[in-house]
């Protein structure tokens, strides 16, 4: 919590009075509300520069090896969650490998629930897919699950074909490929650096040439709680609507990414799905971006004027009150402003509502406050009148079955009564209760699927997902 200085003004209707009050110091108490933020833009960077190697690329978790002027950044919020949840694509080529560079920011680095059979892309897991086509003209889509699991070890899963049916290589490096993570210094995030051999990508198993083009697109995953997920799609075609929801079935949408014959590029641009540009420029050798301009704020009509000093960048809503005490106009509500001195005024009305513009206020003495903070995030602590089993996944024994089917299996060893779901994805399609309706334990196997058939022996329960 932040306390600062401000000022509460004595504001009057009566023009003699316009410019005689005086200003009294106050406290005020700058809290955390449940404010909305003022926007929410998704990145949308249309195509990709894969830039060559400079030299000899060490799949190492480091990236003092690489090219970083090609890269682009992908964030699901980038008025919010920029510093928390966003990720530095970076692309180079050689003869041999397609190299692919992930800098996280993560506040939770790297902790994928998931083991061994899961789907790595419910938790913290890079995915991208690509589509090549060979010197003969034939195609090949690859899809690309690239994670640490949470037992240890980590996968790079590849599935081939547009529609996931042309084969499965579920460990990739047994066949060439490399992944190395690193966590950061400050733990807020880490680096992922893969190679990919060309013979796991095009079709006839040769590297593609310089000045080639394929296609691209990027799904970064982030853990949200313990099994909660955040996903973001970026690297997108010009002129084509972006599928953000089933990306994997999209490819229509997907960016081109073109072979540089040259590398130490000008950084290109960082576009926001409005539209809008942040240039980037080079500093120690990392891409930054120029925010300036990101969040703006709306200039208010009026010819009262309010003035008031921000400690640092955040969000003010700020309230008129009628001698009353009532407030009579909400003047600012989640507005950004940069730290510094500030001057917003009013135009003597109330707060309009909808298409009902406000009304002057009656003549009288009216006063002002404003509170401030830096920009919010949320966490789940229950809900009012939670009876002690919430019904989402807020534990292991909360929640009931699966949210992509019905209920359709049972069996019982006379101590628990396990119950199966055709189909679970967000929700699990096995769980165990006790004799009196109480989930003991769920899951689902490999993230997304059923349990059509449940037995139980001995102390294990057997499971057929789709019968």
């Known amino acids: 919590m932040t306390l600062i200085a401000e000022m509460e003004r004595i504001v009057t209707t009566k023009e003699k009075e316009m410019n005689s009050k005086t ?93 061994k059979g899961d789907h790595g892309f419910a938790g913290d897991c890079l995915q991208f897919r ?45 066949q060439g490929a490399k992944q190395v993570f690193a966590v950061d210094a400050d733990g807020k995030g880490y680096v992922q650096e893969l190679a990919v051999p060309w013979s796991l990508l095009t079709a006839d198993k040769q590297p593609l040439k310089p000045g080639a083009r394929m296609v691209m697109t990027v799904e970064p995953n982030f853990t949200a709680g313990t099994h909660g997920r955040i996903t973001i799609k970026d690297l997108f075609k010009p002129g084509v609507q972006p599928d953000r929801v089933f990306t994997f ?10 072979l540089e014959k040259t590398g130490k ?46 400690p640092f960048d955040g969000y003010v809503s700020l309230n008129l009150f009628a001698p009353d005490g009532m407030v009579a106009r909400q003047l600012l509500t989640c507005a950004f402003f940069a730290k510094g001195e500030h001057e917003v005024k009013w135009d003597g009305l109330t707060t309009p509502y909808w298409r009902t513009p406000g009304q002057p ?31 989402w996944d807020s534990s292991l024994t909360s929640n009931w079955g699966g949210d992509h089917g019905v209920p359709f299996s049972c069996a019982t060893d006379g101590e ?46 057997y499971v057929d997902k789709w019968a």
């Open 23 to 115: 200003l009294t110091a106050i406290a005020l108490v700058l809290a955390l509300a449940a404010l909305p933020a003022a926007r929410a833009t998704e990145t949308e960077n249309l195509n990709m520069q894969v830039l060559p190697a400079p030299g000899k690329v060490v799949v190492d978790g480091k990236f003092d090896d690489w090219d970083l002027t090609g890269g682009i950044l992908a964030c699901g919020d980038a008025e919010n969650l920029r510093d928390q949840y966003s990720v530095w694509f970076h692309t180079m080529y050689d003869g041999e490998n397609l190299y692919v560079l992930a800098r996280w920011k993560d506040p939770t680095p790297l902790n994928n629930p998931g083991v």
């Open 130 to 174: 690509t589509v090549t086509t060979d010197a003969a003209g034939k195609e090949r889509t690859a899809h690309w699950t690239c994670w640490k699991l949470r037992e240890g070890g980590d996968l790079m899963d590849a599935t081939y074909g547009r529609q996931l049916n042309e084969g499965n290589i579920p460990d990739a490096k047994s």
């Open 249 to 258: 079935q999209g490819p229509g949408c997907w960016g081109y990414a073109t």
């Open 265 to 310: 590029l000008k950084p290109r641009s960082i576009r926001l799905s409005d539209g809008r540009e942040f240039a980037v420029t080079m500093e120690a050798g990392l891409p930054v971006v120029n925010w300036a301009g990101l969040i703006q704020s709306k200039e208010l009509p009026g010819f009262k004027p309010l003035r008031f000093a921000m």
């Open 361 to 391: 206020v009656e003549p009288g003495a009216y006063t002002w406050k404003a509170i401030a903070h830096k920009g919010i995030g949320l966490r789940l602590r229950g809900w009012a009148c939670n009876g002690g089993s919430a019904p």
């Open 416 to 461: 628990k009564v396990y119950l199966g779901w055709t189909g679970a994805e967000a929700g699990k399609a096995l769980l165990a209760c006790d004799l009196q309706g109480n989930v003991q334990w769920k899951h689902t196997h490999g993230g997304m699927g059923g349990a059509e058939v449940v037995a139980v022996d001995g102390g294990i329960v």
